[in-house]
């Protein structure tokens, strides 16, 4: 980068660091920590909704994903707006009657066994990993485009934000997520428009996403089914984004308290339910707009030279090997390809070059969908905008990083530490205690983040799915717990248990794709816990 660029990038960071210690003045109990005093109108509580849920990997990889697979990718967050129609209605009544701190908090006899804390263990295992990859993601991206040391770029992308998510708490959180969105979604206009600015004078917009459709690459609807009948192993599909989506986005969003505790920290039910119908409503639209960039971007490679390989660091690695002169050879006939305009024959040298690469680099993962989006910034945006760029990759990777810190920090005080350690403490202490976990999340997530490798094909879908291993249990809970109270502790324990063994199975066999693990999920929960109070209950002495 130039020292324009570098500039840019220090001083936004910068910025973004001494803003949220502006905003992290609040009350110093847990009121004010984890809830910012439950003032927030519903403008920040959307924000606040979208930036956690809108990571570095949404818009890192989210072109990418779009360039390689098409815009069917946006059919996951078509169930999303039911769901926050259902939250709204049934979740936020009860998380703002009970005044809890965390989403764990309203369970109460019968519905939690002997040991209360089974649940959100889940919670803390399944974030916890999730926040690892969250900093891993952007990191391994730009460490290989620019050349930094991986094990640093973790401890920039993770330590920085620790500053104020430690010092301020939900409030800084939040504001600091108001300032990096709005500063995102500018950087990625103009991103968009430069991609369509940079074709040919007789190319314009309509002509691109003309091109893109011949294609393939505008596949926005699929119905999932074949010759055969319904795929069920196909990831993106109508049904499963509507099916499998709603069920994610319902436990996501109405379970998952990095995403509970944004709306508790409303003025009032009025305004958490608006921030939660405004996000339906405007999720899709930038869902389908960050995959649009991937799709302007592969027409813009239509009428100039792709590389045969995004990730050159890998590349320049490969070459060192026994495998130099292969690669060379492929590259060769990749030119000769892109010249006489034989664009399947460019797309087959590709994969060939790719299979060569996993030869000269076993053990790693070669797939380059990650690096298409930063891999344009850097080769064709000017000046001073490139430091922006990747300044936005920080700021998107911090607002999600900082609300799960903050909740991660707010169950385990809650639901663990002021149940185990110290019950009663005085409010000042309970700011202090709360301070000192969310440091300890930030260092175990940086450590998470260290050894993260190898993580899937795309980054988008390693931490969905990581999330569906998880999400469709808990949710499968949290309904036993708001409806079925007839059913006990053991029940509801033991029904979990089985439920997650069947989901690990169900994926680790591929039998469906991943979005169908939420639905499947909370499906058995609710009825292997059924089934077993039945037959205890007719066991038990009468």
Known sequence: ??????????????????????????????????????????????????????????????????????????????????????????????????????AYEFFGEPVRPENPDTYFLLFLLSRGLSTGISIFAPSIVLSSLMGWNIYYTNLVMG?????????????????????????????????????????????????ALRKSGELGKMNIITTGFTEKGFDWQDKYNIWSGLIGGFFLALSYFGTDHSQVGR???????????????????????????????GILIFSFYQFNKAPIYFDQAKVTIAKETVFKDSLVALETRYEAALTGNAIKEAGVLRVQYKKVLQEALPGQDTNDNNYIFLRFVMDYLPVGLIGLIIAIIFLASWGSIA?????????????????????????????????WYTFGWGVFCIIIAMFAQN???????????????????????????????????????????????????????????????????AILVVVIASVLQLVTQQKAPK
């Open 159 to 207: 330590g920085l934000l620790i500053i104020y998510t430690m010092s301020g708490g939900a409030k800084a959180v939040a504001h600091t997520q108001k300032l990096q969105m709005i500063i995102v979604f500018v950087a990625l206009f103009i991103v968009g428009y430069l991609a369509v600015k940079l074709l040919p004078d007789a190319i314009g917009f309509t002509d």
């Open 403 to 435: 609300a799960a810190l903050n909740s991660l920090a707010a169950v385990t005080v809650v639901d663990f530490h002021k149940k185990f350690f110290v019950k009663e403490e005085t409010e000042i202490r309970d700011y202090h205690v709360s301070q």
């Open 1 to 102: 980068m130039s020292g324009i660029d570098w500039i840019i990038l220090c001083v936004t960071l910068t910025g973004i660091v001494l803003y949220g210690i502006y905003k992290s003045r609040t009350t110093k109990n847990l009121d004010g920590y984890f809830l910012s005093n439950r003032s927030l109108p519903w403008y920040l509580v959307l924000l606040s909704i979208m930036g956690t849920q809108a990571s570095a990997i949404t818009f890192l990889t989210g072109p990418g994903q779009a360039y390689s697979d098409g815009m069917r990718f946006v059919q996951y967050y078509f169930g999303l707006p039911l769901a926050m129609i259902v939250i709204s209605i049934f979740f936020v009544p009860v998380f703002n009657r009970l005044k809890v701190y965390t």
């Open 263 to 293: 709306y508790l920290t409303a003025k009032d039910v009025t305004e958490s339910r608006r921030g939660l119908l405004m996000n339906g409503l405007v999720k899709v639209p930038m869902q389908f707009f960050i995959l649009l960039l």
């Open 455 to 521: 993580i899937g094909n795309s980054l988008i879908e390693a931490v969905n799915i990581l999330g569906s291993l998880f999400y469709g249990v808990i949710l499968g809970i949290f309904l036993v717990a708001l409806g079925m109270k007839f059913i006990k502790g053991h029940a509801v324990f033991y029904a979990a248990v089985i439920s997650e063994i069947l989901i690990i199975i169900i994926y680790r066999q591929n039998i469906v794709s991943f979005l169908w693990l939420n639905a499947i999920g």
